[in-house]
């Protein structure tokens, strides 16, 4: 395992007894746009997938990365540690595949909050200390899995207090948000996931879901991406870039 960086003892210490204020999917720290330069003249976008894990979200959606694979089509993939768990083998080839970049979905799947909020019936974090826990477990196992620390996070329904996200962000991780909900949480027919992910303006991150297998995802999100590819759009990672190699 690869030494860590940081001391996630000593950042929950410099934040506990600090109140927050915020909460939600768009609160201080959290980014929800790629950013641009005036010199760049493609408009790009990102694709971000999720895959969740636990009881219902620990499948894998492999007509949705076999037509990425196929188009060469890069994507951000946020991990939680249950589907890492899960699906060990498919971890390790994602990681070893340049046109991916894995990132941190959090290690339980909560909400990330210092005082026990919580979004859509899930319970969030209760505590500077759960905060950490939730952050750091999974970043370990991601860094032990691609050889360096993940560089991207999003908590479980991606909703945050401006103090977990701050917490996130000493702890060496960058806390993304989104553009555009592209499926819904997997509910979504593909209809609806092509039209919603093809309002994706420059800049603008979709986030859609990897472990639901038979849901309207992988389909929308095929016919969005090449009509977007057509129109002039280009696919990238979180940084710009369209692969971990360049």
Not at 90 to 103: I, S, V
Not at 160 to 176: P, Q, T
Not at 215 to 242: K, N
């Amino acid at each position: 395992m690869l030494p860590p960086q940081v001391d996630p003892h000593a950042v929950a210490e410099r934040f506990r007894g600090v109140q927050a204020t915020q909460w939600g999917l768009f609160v201080d720290g959290v980014e929800n746009e790629l950013a641009l330069t005036h010199a760049e003249t493609t408009p790009l976008v990102a694709l971000t997938l999720d895959a969740c894990g636990g009881t219902s979200g620990g499948g894998v959606d492999e007509d949705l990365l076999d037509h990425l694979m196929t188009h060469g089509i890069p994507a951000t993939l946020f991990l939680n540690q249950r589907w890492i768990e899960s699906n060990e083998a498919w971890a390790r080839r994602l990681a070893g595949m340049p046109q991916f970049e894995l990132a941190n979905h959090g290690t339980a799947h909560r909400p990330l909050s210092v005082s026990g909020r919580s979004a859509y019936g899930i319970e969030g974090t209760a505590s500077v200390d759960a905060v950490v826990e939730e952050v750091w477990s999974n970043h370990l196992t991601l860094s032990e899995l691609t050889g360096h620390p993940p560089r991207w996070f999003r908590s479980g329904t991606a909703h945050y207090d401006e103090v977990a996200v701050a917490i996130a962000r000493e702890l060496g991780e960058r806390v993304i948000g989104f553009t555009v909900n592209g499926d819904g949480g997997a509910t979504y027919d593909a209809g609806t996931v092509e039209s919603e992910t093809r309002t994706l303006a420059p800049g603008g991150i979709v986030l859609a879901h990897m472990n639901h297998p038979g849901s309207g995802t992988a389909a929308g999100l095929a016919a969005a991406t090449i009509a977007l590819i057509g129109e002039g759009y280009r696919f990238a990672l979180l940084d710009g870039g369209t692969s971990r190699a360049g």
